[in-house]
């Protein structure tokens, strides 16, 4: 199969990048490979994004701005109504493709022209780009079943940059599914895609996702991420290669322990920043939260090292208990090193 030099449109969602963007448009425009189009979907944002937006010159960019702030899911949906055809890959804001990125994925798709779904091996930076790792080792031919599977077995590490596929494609699946907060819905998404004809996995390090304490993989809805995880094992049950109830079993442990971890982090984090305001919200969350779990029953939602960790956040403090906010400083630190 010959490409030739197929045109490929990369899909920018953002709102409040402004931190980031630059960097991010910096490592898109300095592709070794030319023949792309840049499709922002600009989220109302109150930061200096739209000024870097407009600052650049290059008539690749084109911006797609809201008419008015749209959650992270209704922005995200936006990417079906773009006039794009062909080639298509989505970056987060914050996110850099390494310069040949788009080059060895058109070489990996002549390769292997029967796949469905692209992509390569990649690092993880923190907030200043320091390389935190490289990501976990994946297959180079995958299913999407087999790729969910890897998942749950945290076997695989994967985002929402760095995948490569047709657009109509895209459409076809109905684009990325609107999980709240989209938790699970890049998982759904690369799955369908690659249960089309496959997924391929470049063995090279072609991209970077940024990883931090504000990015979008560490952002804590308990609601939002309890509501997605139900629903992420209703589909599941839809697909043929999780009625083994073994799979299905091992899906609601890596569920359950992902919520699990996340709840732990929103208590680190309260315990860092001590603010009453957030921990009277996070009573409120709390309740409903476990009013949601007891309703349904598919897997507990508190258990005996969140009532540890609660405990210490609740620990009563003020600006002369030098001591007590040392101790609960270190306990914050201690317990990121689990958490992450």
Not at 13 to 24: D, E, H, M, Q, W
Not at 164 to 177: F, K, S, W
Not at 308 to 333: C, D, S, T
Request: charge should be neutral; hydrophobic fraction near 40%; proline fraction near 5%.
């Amino acid at each position: 199969m010959t490409l030739n030099n197929p045109h490929i449109s990369i899909v920018l969602p953002v709102r409040n990048g402004a931190r980031y963007l630059k960097a991010t448009l910096e490592s898109l425009f300095q592709q070794t490979y030319q023949d792309f189009s840049i499709h922002v979907l600009e989220n109302c944002s109150e930061d200096a994004t739209p000024e870097i937006l407009r600052a650049s010159s290059d008539a690749r960019l084109q911006v797609f701005p809201a008419t008015e702030p749209l959650s992270i899911e209704a922005n995200w949906k936006r990417i079906l109504e773009l006039p794009i055809n062909g080639w298509m890959t989505i970056i987060s804001h914050d996110d850099l493709l390494y310069p040949t990125f788009l080059e060895e994925m058109v070489r990996l798709i002549e390769a292997e022209p029967d796949a469905s779904l692209y992509t390569s091996h990649f690092n993880m930076i923190d907030a200043e780009g320091q390389l935190i790792r490289q990501c976990l080792l994946m297959p180079y031919h995958e299913s999407g079943d087999e790729f969910l599977q890897s998942r749950h077995m945290w076997q695989t590490d994967s985002f929402g940059t760095g995948y490569m596929m047709l657009a109509e494609d895209y459409r076809q699946v109905g684009g990325i599914p609107p999980y709240p907060g989209l938790y699970y819905a890049d998982d759904v998404l690369w799955a369908n895609l690659a249960n089309i004809k496959g997924r391929v996995c470049s063995p090279k390090v072609l991209y970077a996702y940024r990883y931090y304490r504000s990015s979008s993989a560490r952002r804590i809805d308990l609601l939002g991420l309890y509501r997605a995880s139900i629903t992420y094992l209703n589909y599941l049950k839809t697909r043929p290669y999780f009625d083994d109830e073994r799979r299905l079993a091992t899906a609601s442990a890596y569920v359950s322990r992902h919520l699990n971890r996340n709840y732990q982090r929103l208590l680190v984090n309260l315990i860092s920043e001590r603010k009453s305001e957030d921990m009277k919200n996070y009573q409120v969350t709390k309740a409903q939260l476990q009013s949601l779990a007891a309703q349904d029953q598919r897997f507990p939602v508190y258990n005996g090292v969140l009532a540890i960790i609660e405990k210490v956040a609740w620990i009563p403090f003020h600006a002369g208990r030098v001591a007590v906010l040392y101790l609960m400083e270190k306990f914050a630190i201690l317990m990121r090193r689990f958490t992450d």
